[in-house]
């Protein structure tokens, strides 16, 4: 084994002051006492169920109001959320599983933490200082949220809070080697959940690599406010504070532009219902909403107001704020199948939950300028927070 140089080093001495434990260029791990081995509170759930010899843990955080909130070390995966509604009942407003076998054996990103590069890749390549990287292909021509094996189905090593301040927490940390899916450099990632006491699911990330590398992380998670027994999510009213977008050519690749959503069904400035023009929505079958918005407000530090959600009968209200400058509208196109059952055994028919995905742009990488930059240096640390806020 060769000595590191004094550029890793630098490299590991600043992975160790923002994530409190360090990562050599080598293959063994040294993991600080932040990621040793905690007792089990009541407040956690031990699955006996084990993945490629590691065991899953399933965690639950219950904030002071009773909103509660499941995830699990397995793809970092937001598995349930209970939100009260007008009258104070409870009800899971997100697609998931509660056990370990439907995540493993493969299921449409349900809640899971997405990475290295959310969305897609066109072509499955990039260039980074004029040398091309191939990853791989899973999503018609193009490469989509990490490949074959992303972020998503990987175990991460957990460290609940069940003691924090603003409210319950969990840090997730994952290491993705360099090479892993093709893609350059040793990256460390944390992603902390944090269900607060004003009724917030707060996702805060961080990251770190020894190498220029492509990065682009988001939560995957599938809403629907009306609660389980709930088969649409077309009569949802949103909102999106975006004037523009990126249109995309056939395979869902943007082509190149900002376009103004004025006179499209992509508008929803003003509050629409999600299935007023959905029809008219260009593009292949099944159609629908599967397109990134380009926030009016985006400075990379403050978490702005990108959406506001609201669910007439139950009278939810889900707003989302973000430190990213898109945002990814899926009006759940592709969901359905006799076996799609989920939470409380309920069936996940087609378009019974949208998501909003807080990112950068699809194809960033490929395409800056004018899409901002998609690459972390390693004299830089990655900071994207994205918190979904429940009225």
């Known amino acids: 084994m060769t000595s590191p140089s004094l550029s890793q080093l630098r490299v590991s001495q600043r992975i160790h002051r923002v994530f409190g434990h360090v990562y050599p260029s080598?293959?063994?791990?040294?993991?600080?006492?932040?990621?040793?081995?905690?007792?089990?509170?009541?407040?956690s759930i031990l699955s006996g169920s084990t993945f490629n010899g590691e065991t899953i843990k399933f965690y639950t955080l219950v904030n002071k109001n009773g909103a509660l909130a499941k995830v699990t070390t397995f793809g970092a995966t937001l598995t349930e959320l209970h939100i009260p509604d007008k009258n104070g009942q409870f009800d899971d407003v997100v697609h998931g599983y509660s056990s370990l076998d439907p995540y493993a054996k493969g299921h449409p990103f349900f809640g899971c933490g997405v990475g290295r590069y959310a969305n897609r890749i066109a072509k499955r390549k990039f260039k980074i200082q004029g040398k091309e990287y191939n990853v791989a292909v899973n999503n018609g021509p193009n490469h989509l949220h990490g490949g074959l094996k992303g972020f998503d189905k990987q175990v991460w090593m957990a460290d609940p809070n069940f003691s924090n301040k603003e409210g319950p927490s969990v840090s997730f940390t994952y290491r993705s080697v360099d090479g892993e899916e093709g893609y350059p450099g040793n990256v460390i990632v944390k992603a902390t959940y944090t269900l607060t006491h004003t009724n917030e699911l707060r996702i805060d990330y961080?990251?770190?690599?020894?190498?220029?590398?492509?990065?682009?992380?988001?939560?995957?998670?599938?809403?629907?406010?009306?609660?389980?027994?709930?088969?649409?999510?077309?009569?949802?009213?949103?909102?999106?504070?975006?004037?523009?977008?990126?249109?995309?050519?056939?395979?869902?690749?943007?082509?190149?532009?900002?376009?103004s959503v004025e006179g499209t069904p992509f508008d929803f400035r003003s509050p629409q219902t999600i299935g007023s023009r959905i029809n008219d929505v260009p593009g292949p079958a099944p159609g629908g909403y599967d397109h990134n918005y380009v926030l009016n407000k985006?400075?990379?530090?403050?978490?702005?107001?990108?959406?506001?959600?609201?669910?007439?009968?139950?009278?939810?209200?889900?707003?989302?704020?973000?430190?990213?400058?898109?945002?990814?509208?899926?009006?759940?196109?592709?969901?359905?199948?006799?076996?799609?059952?989920?939470?409380?055994?309920?069936?996940?028919?087609?378009?019974?939950?949208?998501?909003?995905?807080?990112?950068?742009?699809?194809?960033?990488?490929?395409?800056?300028?004018?899409?901002?930059?998609?690459?972390?240096?390693p004299e830089n640390i990655y900071r994207q927070t994205t918190i979904y806020k429940f009225l």
Do not use: W
């Not at 080598?26 to 407040?43: A, D, P, V």
């Not at 209200?317 to 799609?340: C, I, K, R, W």
């Open 26 to 43: 080598h293959e063994k791990t040294i993991i600080s006492s932040f990621l040793t081995s905690h007792n089990q509170s009541s407040n």
């Open 206 to 259: 961080i990251a770190s690599t020894d190498k220029v590398t492509p990065i682009n992380l988001t939560n995957h998670s599938y809403f629907n406010l009306a609660g389980q027994n709930s088969n649409s999510i077309l009569e949802h009213q949103m909102e999106l504070l975006a004037d523009h977008y990126t249109p995309t050519d056939d395979t869902s690749i943007p082509i190149g532009k900002i376009a």
């Open 298 to 377: 985006y400075d990379g530090k403050k978490a702005e107001l990108a959406a506001r959600v609201t669910e007439p009968t139950s009278g939810r209200v889900m707003e989302v704020y973000t430190t990213e400058p898109g945002v990814q509208f899926y009006s759940g196109n592709y969901l359905g199948g006799e076996d799609a059952v989920g939470n409380g055994g309920f069936p996940y028919k087609f378009r019974s939950a949208f998501c909003l995905e807080c990112q950068n742009f699809p194809d960033a990488v490929n395409q800056c300028p004018p899409f901002p930059s998609a690459l972390l240096y």
